[in-house]
């Protein structure tokens, strides 16, 4: 009976209320004795427990329902225990001051770690929206650039499946947006760039992570015939737990090619007519011409400007005089110049070619008995790095 009291007591006394000890200790007390609020004051001795009833206010808002009965709320609870009693402290129906100020302690202990445990919550919250605002900005920031890049790009998924695609993009290969966004990159346009070469290097770039550098690549296409294209990819370096990306971009060079192979078409057959003139003139002095060193430099280095790209060389050049000379050596001079530069520079080390000149002094001109000290004469300096050491020529 002492196990089940409780059921008993809710269905003999409904909605009495468990009060006082009993409410806060929520069991019977050392003394056997267990306490409710009633409509009278009445002691029932049961076996086992006495149940002792007081008359008292009926159950308010707030009191909870156990097993048909009522238990006293936190507040209500803790002012029925400050109520005096002279019974002894194992019989009375309040607990002692001290169990009840043991509680009290607790209970403020326990609210002051949840307030603070709520306003660390709060800061992290806080800064966590920070974080999220930082990388909505960071991701717009980064849609922005790339929408307002020239050439056209596109940002693939670890599936080589189109995310986005710049303006650039829609515009040069006249495609619309359900076109390409959410396809795979060699179903788009047809299968346009379904080329084994570029398959083999897009499909390296996030496993390897392996960057793809001005690759030129020729594809054959349905309207345009043979057309050479360039590309760059790498991946996008975002934090550990974002999907992986790759940045893409694809330039149409067809017709710069062109350009540059009648260019230099052009100046070979002007450097062929130049040789001819050389050897079949006796007096070369009549060759002499004043001659831009300026410009006959930027014709070769534009004819070696796709090696130049490939080995990253880097080009320091400062201006150059006019003068009489013959253009035909000058040119030679140059050629080889860069054409040793770049052939002799090792793989993993990008060459830096420096070209200058400075005015030769009287005294430098004097020294040397075979110049005519009527004349202006410049000297070239050539630096070459070719390693971690610099070559003078």
């Not at 349905?222 to 694809?250: H, Q, T, V």
């Not at 050629?335 to 090792?346: D, E, T």
């Amino acid at each position: 009976m002492r196990r089940n009291i409780l059921a008993i007591l809710g269905n003999l006394y409904p909605e009495a209320l468990i009060s006082h000890r009993s409410a806060r200790e929520f069991a019977i007390s050392p003394k056997n004795s267990l306490y409710l609020t009633h409509g009278y004051a009445r002691t029932v001795e049961c076996p086992g427990v006495t149940v002792r009833f007081m008359q008292g206010s009926a159950t308010i808002e707030g009191d909870k329902a156990f097993f048909g009965l009522r238990v006293s709320q936190y507040e209500r609870a803790y002012l029925e225990n400050l109520q005096p009693s002279r019974s002894s402290s194992q019989k009375a129906k309040p607990l002692e001051q001290s169990a009840i100020e043991e509680k009290l302690d607790t209970i403020i202990r326990v609210n002051e770690e949840l307030e603070s445990t709520n306003e660390e919550l709060i800061v992290v919250n806080r800064e966590l929206i920070d974080i999220q605002d930082e990388l909505n900005d960071s991701l717009s920031y980064s849609d922005e650039v790339i929408a307002t890049v020239r050439e056209p790009c596109m940002v693939l998924n670890d599936d080589l499946r189109v995310q986005k695609v710049n303006t650039s993009n829609y515009r040069k290969f006249d495609v619309k947006v359900e076109e390409v966004e959410g396809k795979h990159f060699f179903e788009i346009r047809k299968g346009l760039w379904h080329h084994d070469g570029l398959k083999s290097m897009m499909r390296k770039v996030l496993p390897e992570k392996h960057k793809v550098v001005d690759e030129e690549i020729t594809i054959e296409t349905k309207f345009d015939g043979k057309r050479m294209f360039r590309f760059n990819a790498r991946e996008i370096k975002r934090n550990r737990e974002s999907k992986k990306l790759i940045l893409l971009e694809i330039s149409d060079i067809t017709r710069k090619k062109g350009r540059r192979a009648r260019l230099s078409k052009y100046r070979m057959s002007a450097l062929i007519k130049n040789m001819l003139n050389y050897a079949r003139l006796a007096h070369h002095e009549k060759l002499f011409e004043p001659t831009d060193f300026n410009t006959v430099l930027n014709d070769i280095l534009s004819d070696f400007e796709l090696l130049i790209e490939q080995k990253e060389a880097e080009l320091k050049i400062s201006q150059l005089p006019t003068m009489e000379a013959i253009p035909l050596l000058v040119n030679q001079l140059f050629y080889n110049l860069i054409s040793n530069a770049l052939k002799f520079s090792k793989e993993e080390v990008s060459p830096i070619i420096s070209i200058s000149s400075r005015k030769l002094s009287e005294k430098g001109a004097g020294e040397n008995t075979s110049l005519d000290q009527t004349l202006t004469y410049y000297e070239l300096l050539t630096t070459t790095q070719l390693e971690r050491t610099v070559t003078k020529e």
